[in-house]
């Protein structure tokens, strides 16, 4: 019973030997040591290394793009471990699927034969089903090895975390690619009919998905040319893979983060490749654009106040001409914000503010700087003793607006850069004033 009903969750996955197999399937490593591009996760002091040298491994989260060998290390980590292999996918499976999964694991157990549960898409799976997993991997009935293109953090339950051993896999560099690639030819006993610059030019369309280029790679083989194609012949023939991108996953978050830190790094370069990363993904320029005004409010501040208008203008011009026209209008507010001065002295400055009025909780502001527009308030003192700057030398009377119980604090300490060296002459031109206002007034006192 078990057995037909492994069969059935590992429906889909072509036997060996059974009629035309994919290029990917057939070559699929048969060990560890032929995974090509993941040295961090199986190199010779590697986390899976270790663990199986030792005799010990756990509940494993693969994390890690498409094509870059989780589903191949799960099944090969049961081949080392002599463990019975079941794989599910959390986008055709329920918790019925998950109960008889788990009964099959519980009979296997019972005649000595551990389960190795590859679950892919893990994080599709809600979190009453991520639970259900739990008491399983706690009596040992199975050993769950996890796959995710997201970040586990945020998309897999703390419990579950807690019992497994993350494990990032990386996108295949070029170099791995170019291994894989000499692989399949070698499989197909022929080389790929490319110019040295087309086979570059492939590898980048895998875009470091290695089921991608295995599947190019099959496509090339059945064109039936005489002569090695160039650049342009392969992309008229091929469609270039569409980029990796989630509005709403990590791609989403890494590349914005990637776009403002070279803005605030000052590359223009780099903040307008990233930009055109997230547009060519499909992000949604209005997005992008708020971002980009935050920016000029965060990362230039006062240092140049006209970043700030430029950004509101790209906004609007974007608005009015809309795509593709009006995302020229993005690329040149993030060309001026990184060649822009940068300042975050008024972010800081705004932030100890903030953490001081939560400090002083309700304190009043002096009575003098209180208007009295009734005659029970001017009684009470509301207004007495304010010195309108206008009349005062200089239109600047000096006097302390904080509130009587506070001293004065200095929260804003403009920079020499920009239109904030003008800002720090202003302010340490009023602090002198005012320090002399200050001697002015005690000596009258005495």
């Given at each position: 019973m078990?057995?037909?009903?492994?069969?059935?969750?590992n429906?889909g996955?072509?036997?060996?030997?059974?009629g035309?197999?994919?290029?990917?399937?057939?070559l699929?490593?048969?060990?560890l040591?032929?995974?090509?591009?993941q040295?961090?996760?199986?190199?010779?002091e590697?986390?899976l290394?270790?663990?199986?040298?030792?005799?010990?491994?756990?509940?494993?989260?693969?994390?890690?793009?498409?094509?870059?060998?989780?589903?191949?290390i799960?099944?090969l980590?049961?081949?080392?471990?002599?463990?019975?292999?079941?794989?599910?996918s959390?986008?055709?499976?329920g918790v019925?699927?998950?109960r008889?999964?788990?009964?099959a694991?519980k009979l296997?157990?019972a005649?000595?034969q551990?389960?190795?549960?590859?679950?892919?898409?893990?994080?599709?799976?809600n979190?009453?089903?991520?639970d259900s997993?739990l008491?399983?991997m706690e009596?040992?009935?199975?050993l769950?090895v996890?796959a995710t293109?997201e970040?586990?953090s945020?998309?897999?339950?703390?419990?579950?975390?807690?019992?497994?051993?993350v494990?990032?896999?990386e996108?295949?560099s070029?170099?791995?690619?170019?291994q894989l690639a000499?692989?399949?030819e070698e499989?197909?006993g022929?080389?790929?009919?490319?110019?040295?610059?087309a086979?570059?030019?492939?590898?980048?369309?895998?875009?470091?998905?290695?089921?991608?280029?295995?599947?190019?790679?099959?496509?090339?083989v059945s064109?039936d040319?005489?002569?090695?194609?160039d650049?342009?012949?392969l992309s008229?023939?091929?469609?270039?893979?569409?980029?990796?991108?989630?509005k709403?996953?990590d791609a989403?978050?890494?590349?914005?983060?990637?776009?403002?830190?070279?803005v605030?790094g000052?590359d223009p370069?780099?903040a307008?490749?990233?930009?055109?990363?997230?547009l060519?993904g499909?992000?949604?320029?209005?997005?992008?654009?708020?971002?980009?005004?935050r920016m000029?409010?965060?990362?230039?501040?006062?240092?140049?106040?006209?970043?700030?208008?430029?950004c509101l203008?790209?906004?609007?011009t974007?608005?009015r001409?809309g795509?593709?026209?009006g995302?020229?209008?993005?690329?040149q507010a993030?060309l001026?914000?990184a060649?822009?001065?940068?300042?975050?002295a008024?972010?800081?400055?705004?932030?100890?503010a903030?953490?001081?009025?939560?400090k002083?909780g309700?304190?009043?502001?002096?009575?003098?700087i209180?208007?009295?527009?009734?005659g029970?308030m001017?009684?009470q003192?509301?207004g007495?003793g304010?010195a309108?700057?206008?009349?005062?030398?200089?239109?600047?009377?000096?006097?302390?607006?904080?509130p009587d119980?506070m001293?004065?604090?200095a929260?804003y300490?403009p920079?020499?850069r920009g239109?904030e060296?003008?800002?720090?002459?202003?302010t340490?031109?009023f602090a002198?004033?005012?320090?002399?206002?200050?001697n002015?007034d005690?000596?009258?006192?005495?």
């Amino acid at each position: 019973m078990a057995d037909l009903f492994d069969s059935q969750m590992n429906e889909g996955v072509p036997e060996r030997g059974a009629g035309h197999r994919p290029l990917a399937d057939r070559l699929r490593p048969k060990s560890l040591s032929e995974v090509i591009g993941q040295p961090g996760v199986i190199g010779p002091e590697a986390p899976l290394s270790t663990m199986l040298a030792s005799g010990a491994l756990s509940s494993l989260i693969f994390w890690g793009p498409p094509g870059v060998g989780k589903t191949t290390i799960a099944r090969l980590l049961a081949d080392e471990t002599d463990l019975h292999f079941v794989q599910i996918s959390a986008i055709f499976s329920g918790v019925p699927e998950l109960r008889k999964v788990f009964e099959a694991a519980k009979l296997r157990a019972a005649k000595g034969q551990g389960t190795l549960l590859f679950v892919d898409e893990i994080h599709r799976f809600n979190k009453a089903q991520q639970d259900s997993f739990l008491p399983h991997m706690e009596d040992g009935t199975i050993l769950l090895v996890g796959a995710t293109t997201e970040n586990p953090s945020f998309e897999l339950n703390a419990a579950v975390l807690s019992r497994a051993q993350v494990l990032v896999l990386e996108r295949l560099s070029v170099e791995s690619l170019e291994q894989l690639a000499i692989r399949a030819e070698e499989e197909l006993g022929r080389s790929l009919p490319l110019t040295a610059e087309a086979r570059s030019a492939l590898l980048e369309m895998a875009d470091g998905d290695g089921r991608a280029l295995l599947n190019l790679v099959e496509q090339i083989v059945s064109w039936d040319v005489a002569d090695p194609l160039d650049t342009g012949a392969l992309s008229t023939r091929l469609a270039r893979r569409a980029a990796q991108y989630d509005k709403s996953g990590d791609a989403h978050y890494n590349l914005i983060s990637a776009l403002h830190k070279s803005v605030r790094g000052s590359d223009p370069d780099a903040a307008l490749y990233w930009l055109a990363r997230m547009l060519e993904g499909g992000e949604d320029p209005r997005y992008l654009m708020r971002r980009i005004t935050r920016m000029a409010v965060e990362d230039i501040g006062l240092a140049d106040p006209q970043a700030q208008a430029i950004c509101l203008q790209g906004w609007e011009t974007y608005e009015r001409l809309g795509s593709p026209e009006g995302e020229l209008a993005l690329a040149q507010a993030v060309l001026y914000l990184a060649l822009a001065p940068k300042s975050n002295a008024a972010y800081v400055a705004y932030k100890a503010a903030r953490k001081s009025a939560r400090k002083t909780g309700s304190a009043p502001p002096p009575k003098h700087i209180m208007n009295a527009p009734t005659g029970l308030m001017k009684e009470q003192g509301y207004g007495a003793g304010y010195a309108y700057d206008h009349d005062a030398e200089d239109a600047f009377s000096g006097q302390h607006y904080f509130p009587d119980t506070m001293d004065r604090v200095a929260f804003y300490a403009p920079v020499e850069r920009g239109f904030e060296r003008d800002l720090k002459k202003r302010t340490e031109y009023f602090a002198r004033l005012r320090s002399k206002r200050s001697n002015t007034d005690r000596s009258s006192e005495t």
